[in-house]
């Protein structure tokens, strides 16, 4: 019996005090009014009662359109969500009766009040535009880091550990979809081949790989006109185009084909392809999935990154082409010859400049012959 009296007690004193606020705030209410509008739910319940917010003297009560007072409680007893954007805002009271409203002004306004602050720090942290700012950049900082630093220590590593059928497939599929889409048969006459064919093994059994890892092929350039250029696994393509332009000079285009041979000993192509890849997953790392086929990469495209290299490369090339033309007791500097002629045939007196990937041909030209003297100067020092 003393229990049962002991909870009707308690019920009467929660009772009591719910009945003192509400008290206190049907006094509060014809003296503020409403402080906002919104909607009032029960516990478990979706359906909304339209109701208004009434705050005075620390006592936060929803009142209904006829005056009904449907929650009350002080201030701090009420949960109050975070400013979101425009995502409507919910009181929610010790009775576990709720108000929304997509009033936040009034509600900012009514936490200001109280605890000195306004809006929830999401919400201040998705206008705060600086922030943004600061954060957009730190992320290009971030990429920026990973691209000048880890993209190329990973480059050398995958280098360091690519098999060889890696090189070979890469090769097979660009030279087939070049001989498919640009290249044509060669055209030159078997005595053009042969000088040509004869200087290049010279040159290939005094090379770091030996005259076994390399493979001297003729196509006619088509569009692509007089080039050279080498695969990753040692096939060297040159085109009659070139060969025509030489008009004859042999030594020349050995010069030529000594450049594409450092190109393959340096492994200037598997850098570029890995080089490549390495971007493109940092790209996927900051927008996503940009699609495409590793296998495609690897068979199909990544060979023809072999045509185009950095400035870096193309001078350590250049410097490979004077020591290998040395080394088999040809003219060193005849490289030199080829770049003049570029010069001279195609017009290409342009310096280099900061936005260019490629040294300019006067400036080669003017390498090649430096250090060719330079090697000459340092073979009569030593005899």
């Given at each position: 019996?003393s229990?049962r009296?002991s909870?009707?007690?308690r019920?009467?004193?929660?009772?009591?005090?719910?009945n003192?606020w509400i008290?206190?705030?049907?006094?509060?209410v014809s003296?503020?009014?409403?402080l906002?509008?919104?909607?009032?739910y029960?516990e478990?319940?979706?359906?909304?009662?339209?109701?208004?917010?009434?705050f005075?003297?620390?006592?936060?009560?929803v009142?209904?359109v006829?005056?009904?007072?449907?929650s009350?409680?002080?201030f701090?007893?009420?949960?109050?969500s975070?400013r979101?954007?425009?995502?409507?805002?919910?009181?929610t009271y010790p009775?576990?009766?709720?108000?929304e409203?997509m009033?936040?002004?009034?509600?900012?306004?009514l936490?200001?009040?109280?605890?000195g602050?306004?809006?929830?720090?999401?919400?201040?942290?998705?206008?705060?535009?600086?922030?943004?700012?600061v954060?957009?950049?730190?992320?290009?900082?971030?990429?920026?880091?990973?691209?000048?630093?880890?993209?190329p220590a990973?480059?050398?590593?995958?280098?360091?550990?690519?098999p060889?059928v890696?090189p070979?497939?890469?090769?097979?599929?660009?030279?087939?979809t070049?001989?498919?889409?640009?290249?044509?048969?060669?055209?030159?006459t078997?005595?053009?081949k042969?000088g040509?064919k004869d200087?290049?093994?010279?040159?290939?059994?005094?090379?770091?790989?030996?005259?076994g890892?390399?493979?001297?092929?003729?196509?006619d350039g088509g569009?692509?006109?007089?080039?050279?250029?080498?695969?990753p696994?040692?096939t060297?393509v040159?085109?009659?185009?070139?060969?025509?332009l030489?008009?004859?000079?042999t030594?020349?285009?050995?010069?030529?084909?000594?450049?594409?041979?450092?190109h393959?000993e340096l492994?200037h192509?598997?850098?570029?392809?890995?080089r490549?890849?390495g971007v493109?997953?940092?790209?996927m790392?900051?927008g996503?999935?940009?699609g495409g086929?590793?296998h495609?990469?690897?068979?199909?495209?990544?060979g023809?990154l072999?045509?185009s290299y950095?400035?870096?490369?193309e001078?350590?090339?250049?410097?490979h082409?004077?020591?290998?033309?040395?080394?088999a007791?040809?003219?060193?500097?005849?490289?030199?010859?080829?770049?003049?002629?570029?010069e001279?045939?195609?017009n290409?007196h342009s310096?280099?400049?900061?936005?260019?990937?490629?040294?300019?041909?006067?400036?080669r030209?003017?390498?090649?012959?430096?250090?060719?003297?330079?090697l000459k100067?340092r073979?009569?020092?030593?005899n």
């Open positions: 019996m229990a009296f909870r009707i007690s019920t009467a004193v929660r009772l009591s005090v719910r003192s008290s206190k705030v049907s006094i509060l003296d503020m009014g409403k906002t509008t919104g909607l009032w029960r478990g319940s979706s359906a909304g009662r339209g109701a208004s917010l009434v005075a003297d620390d006592a936060v009560s009142v209904a006829d005056g009904t007072i449907l009350a409680a002080a701090g007893q009420i949960g109050i975070d979101v954007g425009s995502i409507p805002r919910r009181l009775d576990r009766t709720s108000f409203t009033d936040n002004d009034a509600i900012d306004a936490v200001a009040a109280q605890k602050r306004s809006a929830g720090w999401i919400h201040r942290l998705e206008r705060f535009h600086p922030r943004l700012l954060l957009v950049l730190l992320t290009f900082a971030f990429a920026f880091s990973i691209y000048r630093f880890a993209v990973l480059v050398e590593v995958a280098v360091l550990v690519t060889p890696v070979a497939l890469m090769s097979k599929g660009t030279l087939q070049l001989d498919t889409t640009v290249f044509s048969q060669s055209t030159l078997d005595a053009d042969a040509l200087g290049f093994e010279k040159l290939a059994a005094k090379s770091g790989l030996g005259a890892g390399f493979n001297l092929n003729f196509r569009i692509i006109g007089p080039n050279a250029f080498a695969l696994d040692g060297v040159i085109t009659d185009q070139l060969v025509k030489a008009d004859g000079d030594e020349m285009l050995l010069g030529v084909l000594a450049h594409e041979i450092g393959v492994k192509s598997l850098r570029q392809l890995y490549a890849a493109a997953g940092l790209i790392l900051i996503g999935d940009i086929s590793t495609d990469v690897l068979v199909q495209g990544g023809l072999a045509l950095s400035r870096a490369d001078s350590a090339a250049d410097r082409s004077v020591e290998l033309m040395q080394k007791g040809f003219d060193p500097a005849a490289i030199a010859r080829f770049f003049a002629l570029v001279d045939k195609l290409d310096p280099t400049s900061m936005l260019e990937t490629h040294p300019g041909t006067p400036e030209r003017k390498m090649v012959l430096d250090y060719a003297g330079e100067a073979a009569g020092t030593s």
